[in-house]
């Protein structure tokens, strides 16, 4: 089932989804090319596992800062302002487990197929509003508690 789509500067491979979980989790591979950030960002309704493949990546959450190598996971409760960001000079490659299933909706949904191409922000927010996904600040920015 894994389609691969491009969402805000990192590749993301939709492996399992609702349609193969029965709605329990997704799971997604995702590319960050070096000094790729994400926004600050919460997920109301459900938790988000980080495990590292390659590279390294940096997580804020919360209160928390926590640089991940090869090997190594994170998990982000649910309801937790959160950046994951490729800050090294070197690509970097992990798995994402969402419970329950979600955030492949919104890949789905909104990723494109092309690195470059702007994804339609107004059908990003609608999505992002029905599965309680909010976007905190501007990209580079750090969460708030």
């Not at 989804?17 to 029965?22: E, I, Y």
């Not at 600050?40 to 493949?53: A, F, G, M």
């Not at 000079?89 to 992990?94: F, S």
């Amino acid at each position: 089932m894994a389609e691969s789509l491009w969402l805000f500067g990192t590749r993301l491979n939709i492996i399992a989804d609702h349609t193969t979980t029965g709605g329990q989790y997704d799971l997604i591979e995702g590319y960050f090319p070096p000094g790729a950030q994400t926004p600050p960002h919460r997920h109301t309704r459900y938790s988000e596992q980080l495990y590292v493949l390659e590279g390294e990546f940096t997580v804020w959450a919360g209160e928390n800062k926590a640089v991940l190598n090869a090997g190594e996971s994170f998990l982000i409760p649910a309801g937790t302002p959160h950046v994951v960001a490729a800050l090294s000079d070197q690509p970097a490659r992990g798995l994402v487990v969402a419970a329950p299933s979600s955030f492949a909706r919104l890949v789905a949904a909104v990723g494109t197929l092309d690195e470059n191409e702007t994804p339609d922000m107004a059908l990003f927010e609608r999505i992002s509003t029905e599965i309680g996904d909010e976007i905190l600040g501007p990209p580079g920015a750090l969460p708030s508690a």
